[in-house]
């Protein structure tokens, strides 16, 4: 039995898509406009499930990165297996409802042993295979992760996970000493790497620099991930554009969080934010370096606001950074899956049929309003044409 969608907006053409069983049987151009516009499902690539949804009972009194984390620290003691299975049961349900087909999240690991949240996320991952395929990666600190009594015990349990090593990188002391150890550690193991860097507006932060350094000694090319580099913001435009040419060259990803990053950054409670820390999304990405969004926080003291939905945060990155969501739709769909290691998604003849419409003529239109109708469809199965986003 073949499905149609006629009128749909697909790599600035319209076409009919036609579906035959699970996967995409024929493409055929239209001359009239489009109702709806077509993208493959999306993978998002930095997400906190062990910290969602805490807002309520977990709010900073102190503005900035650091309140959110001094809040959070505070919070971990609520963290039991209960907690932990229901607040991120939540998040995998309202990911999976928003068409998500594959996530990253990052797990606070504060100690040698891995934590219970770590146990957690890996036995409800499994529960969500052939869904939505969830990647763990330890977040450590730099410090931690980068002490040769404590980094290899964390880093044999990741890799004996087949997960990713990650940590927090933010004007560190010893930073090249420790960072070279966490490659090493990578190396050994045969890991991909994601950091958490320069999450702030000090013009001196920059750990990037060092990173990019590294993956290229190492040729760790498409294995190195960063997050945030809210300092390239600050930092002179010359030594940015080198910085910017070395990670193109290195093979080093950048996630921008644009929600969290515009919450956090400047913040002081009592007077409208100047800087807002979104790297330089433009210049990235004409450098030739994969930027990619992600969700990041969610409904947790580091932003209190959000969901699990990438087309949300698609049109906050278009507002935020000025940019054409049409042109960006890689940086939420097969970006992040090259970064994560996986087969990055496509609408084609031949492939399977996972993917999302949304209605409107064409992108601007889709991202007017979050409460433009959406179908998703998963393996050529139509569901939720009625759903509209929160």
């Not at 991952?125 to 450590?140: D, F, M």
């Not at 807002?276 to 990405?285: M, Q, S, Y």
Request: net charge negative; charged share 25%.
């Amino acid at each position: 039995m073949n499905t149609e969608f006629s009128h749909v907006l697909l790599n600035g053409s319209t076409v009919a898509l036609t579906l035959r069983g699970e996967r995409i049987a024929a493409i055929e151009p239209l001359s009239e406009s489009a109702r709806e516009v077509a993208m493959p499902l999306p993978v998002d690539p930095h997400v906190h499930l062990d910290k969602t949804f805490t807002a309520r009972r977990c709010r900073s009194t102190k503005p900035g990165l650091f309140g959110a984390i001094e809040a959070m620290q505070e919070d971990i003691a609520n963290w039991s297996e209960d907690d932990l299975r229901s607040r991120i049961g939540r998040a995998l349900d309202e990911a999976s409802e928003n068409g998500m087909t594959a996530l990253r999240s990052h797990v606070d690991w504060n100690e040698p042993q891995a934590p219970l949240a770590w146990h957690i996320l890996g036995e409800m991952a499994q529960g969500w295979r052939g869904r939505l395929h969830v990647q763990r990666a330890s977040l450590t600190s730099l410090d931690l992760l980068g002490d040769p009594d404590y980094g290899p015990c964390i880093a044999d349990r990741v890799a004996k996970d087949g997960e990713v090593l990650g940590c927090f990188v933010y004007r560190n002391s010893r930073i090249d000493e420790r960072l070279a150890r966490v490659f090493a550690l990578a190396d050994r193991h045969s890991l991909r790497l994601d950091f958490h860097v320069d999450e702030g507006l000090e013009a001196d932060a920059n750990g990037f620099d060092r990173i990019v350094t590294l993956t290229a000694r190492h040729g760790f090319r498409g294995r190195v991930l960063c997050g945030h580099a809210c300092s390239l913001s600050t930092r002179p435009e010359t030594e940015v554009a080198r910085t910017i040419d070395a990670a193109a060259e290195a093979g080093v990803a950048l996630t921008v969080l644009p929600t969290a990053n515009l919450w956090l950054q400047d913040s002081s409670g009592d007077r409208t934010p100047r800087m807002r820390g979104l790297a330089p999304v433009h210049e990235l990405r004409a450098a030739g370096v994969s930027v990619l969004f992600g969700s990041d926080n969610v409904a947790d003291p580091f932003y209190p606001f959000g969901s699990y939905d990438s087309v949300e945060v698609l049109r906050m990155a278009s507002l935020s950074a000025q940019l054409d969501p049409e042109g960006w739709l890689d940086s939420i769909t097969a970006g992040p899956a090259r970064s994560m290691g996986l087969e990055p998604p496509e609408l084609a003849v031949g492939t399977p049929a996972n993917f999302m419409l949304i209605e409107g003529r064409d992108w601007n239109e889709a991202l007017r309003s979050p409460r433009a109708r959406r179908q998703i469809v998963r393996m050529g199965r139509v569901g939720q044409e009625e759903r509209r986003a929160a």
